[in-house]
């Protein structure tokens, strides 16, 4: 630890030492079990809800949502397909609305809900902007749900998902909006209110929170119409929608690391801002990096740049890199054809050999300017050495 240039804060993040302290201070103090009746259950119990009011605070809640903690991002964004298809019988075989770019965690989800005899319907998302003729044609009012990211984790284009609320809000009676803002989460400014959702899927890893927790946010109406029904069934936690014993520490670590990020947004964007510019000052302007591509979405949130090599194979540079202590990420490693079905990069506009020589660079706030010239230099020694190779 200290001397890597790590550029793979999509991936995750190390939990900050604020994180840290609290996940080992409320698990030494606070260790009682929440739904014990005695004092201790009681300490647990204030710890837990203390850290669903900050969630709530940081995603601009102020209807009363709930926070339901899970083990991350992917069992949320299961826990809200799943959760609002089986919800009333009369849903199978309606509409599911989502988009083209999605994080395998929803793709998957949908294909088993697919699979059921639900209809899924994509919007493409070419060029990283969801295509406004398709919201306006998929909005039918047979519509039960909308599961759309905020910001996409292969190429950080930002959709525009106040404009499918808007479409379900004047199509779709049924409709509930997800969304998977897991990456967008701290990143770029949003609120429940803009974005019109009834499910927000978070995680706390990618935040500088512990792994293997996170939540979903669900709207007061969802939970008044029993919109939403458990995965896990037992001792009836988490409002009876994630039955286990809750882990109180993670939640309250998890709540720290949110309110540090929440507070320090706008400082966080501007400093993002700044070293994704000069990582595109400094790409654009290496002329031994002239083959190379940056994937621009019209839209996008600053902390995350597609990059295509062409010809070099992204997990070869990925390699290469990682020997010199440079880590990035292979754009299409955990969501590329075939398993997936069509990865996001294929969904913006790649052919496969681009989207087999794409990498994903993703910037944490604490990375430096020095930091992102020196990854630069890594990249154009070893775009010209691997081109020596063949
Ligand atoms: N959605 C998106 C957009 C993601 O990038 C990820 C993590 N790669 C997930 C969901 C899954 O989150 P977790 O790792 O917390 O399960």
Redesign the pocket.
């Known amino acids: 630890m200290g001397n890597e240039l790590y550029f793979d804060n ?3 993040t190390r939990i900050s030492e604020e994180a840290l302290k609290t996940y080992l201070s409320v698990s030494r103090e606070q260790y009682g079990n929440p739904s014990s009746l005695h004092g201790m259950g009681k300490d647990a119990e204030k710890v837990l809800s203390d850290a669903r009011k900050t969630i709530a605070k940081t995603v601009g809640d102020t209807a009363g949502g709930t926070v339901l903690f899970t ?7 299961n826990l809200a397909l799943f959760g609002r298809a089986h919800a009333k019988p009369r849903f199978k075989g309606k509409t599911i609305l989502t988009t083209a770019g ?5 793709k998957m989800p949908l294909a088993e809900l697919g699979k059921e005899g639900f209809r899924i319907v994509e919007i493409p998302t070419v060029g990283g902007r969801l295509d406004p003729d398709a919201i306006a044609k998929y909005a039918t009012p047979d519509v039960i749900l909308a599961s759309v ?1 905020l ?3 292969e190429t950080g284009a930002l959709y525009d998902v106040p404009a499918v609320a808007a479409a379900l809000r004047r199509n779709c009676p049924d409709a509930i909006l997800h969304v ?4 967008a989460y701290l990143k770029v400014p949003f609120s429940v209110k803009s974005l019109d959702c009834g499910l927000l ?1 978070l ?4 935040i500088e929170g512990p ?4 939540a979903l946010w669900v709207d007061p109406g969802v939970i008044k119409n029993r919109g939403l029904s458990p995965l896990l069934f037992g001792g009836g936690q988490e409002s009876g929608l994630r039955s286990g014993t809750e882990d109180p520490a993670s939640a309250a670590a998890f709540a720290k690391a949110a309110a540090i990020g929440f507070s320090a947004l706008s400082e966080r964007i501007a400093r993002l801002t700044e070293l994704r510019e000069r990582l595109l000052a400094a790409l654009s302007g290496d002329p031994r990096l002239s083959t190379l591509r940056v994937n621009q979405p019209p839209v996008f949130a600053p902390h995350i740049v597609s990059v295509t090599l062409p010809k070099i194979k992204s997990e070869t540079m990925l390699h290469a890199l990682s020997a010199r202590g440079v880590f990035v990420s292979s754009g299409s490693a ?1 969501s590329s054809h075939g398993k997936h079905g069509t990865s996001a990069l294929s969904a913006f506009g790649l052919s496969d050999a681009d989207a087999d020589a794409t990498i994903r660079i993703s910037f944490s706030h604490r990375n430096t300017v020095e930091q992102v010239d020196l990854l630069c230099e890594a990249l154009a020694e070893e775009v010209g050495r691997l081109a020596r190779f063949k």
Request: with cysteine.
């Open positions: 999509s991936a995750t083990s991350g991002g992917t069992e949320a964004n999605e994080h395998a965690s929803v990211m910001v996409n984790n998977d803002a897991t990456q899927t995680s706390s890893h990618k792994k293997g927790t996170g955990c």
